[in-house]
């Protein structure tokens, strides 16, 4: 460094520490509380439909194996279209069951709070990719 004619101060000056603030678009600090909750709550309620709505599907295609009710329905249709429809079908369940909650939830706390409850900026999209992807 001193070959290459760089001072002492300078090295001080760029090792300082540096203080950072998160601001939100009031003006007032902010931790990222809400940040941070929204998205283990997002976390949990995936994992939540995956482990309650995945057995579902797992259970109705174990009980056609039983029944052998899946021989009937593969010599009338194919296979992929029954799955899809099972799939789909318990999708919307999922989904409808989960608005519910989240819409139940929500109400609930807006009420306890009294209307004074931040929640962070979500864009729109990812709502929309959350549907796609469930």
Do not use: C, N
Not at 98 to 103: D, E, R
């Amino acid at each position: 460094m001193i070959e290459a004619g760089i001072k002492q101060e300078d090295i001080e000056r760029a090792s300082a520490p540096v203080d950072l603030k998160s601001v939100s678009e009031a003006g007032q600090e902010s931790h990222g509380e809400a940040g941070f909750f929204l998205s283990l709550g997002m976390g949990i309620w995936i994992y939540m439909s995956v482990l309650l709505y995945g057995q579902l599907v797992l259970g109705a295609v174990i009980e056609e194996k039983e029944t052998r009710i899946a021989e009937i329905l593969f010599s009338s249709m194919r296979s992929f279209p029954l799955m899809m429809g099972k799939l789909i079908g318990v999708s919307l369940v999922a989904v409808t069951q989960m608005s519910i909650w989240a819409l139940t939830f929500i109400g609930l706390s807006v009420w306890a709070a009294g209307r004074s409850i931040t929640v962070p900026h979500v864009a729109p999209i990812v709502f929309v990719y959350l549907l796609l992807f469930f």
